[in-house]
């Protein structure tokens, strides 16, 4: 499950990315680095349904819907903790 959870959560980093303008994606790298630690929200939610692009990525990279049991709650919630580790500008890989 480790290896699908970095999958799912390079390419949510990836959808990150591609739906916002490079000034957009940092200005969110800003917000989320101002974050109190162990915040639950992420500012891309600013700009968008996040939930959505994770839906996304999830469903990419694992073939599966969320109708296929309850595991994608636990990849998801762990993906996203991992995206969250390094700016989204940052192309580098979870």
Do not use: C
Not at 20 to 48: K, M
Not at 76 to 91: F, K, Q
């Amino acid at each position: 499950m480790k290896d699908t959870i970095k999958a799912v959560a390079n390419a949510y980093r990836a959808s990150v990315r591609d739906a916002f303008d490079a000034d957009v994606v940092r200005q969110i790298d800003r917000q989320n680095a101002a974050r109190p630690r162990g915040a639950l929200y992420v500012h891309e939610h600013d700009y968008t349904d996040a939930n959505m692009l994770m839906l996304d990525a999830y469903e990419r990279v694992t073939g599966r819907t969320i109708d296929d049991g309850d595991e994608w709650l636990r990849v998801m919630n762990r993906a996203w903790r991992l995206a969250l580790r390094r700016p989204y500008a940052d192309t580098t890989e979870v």
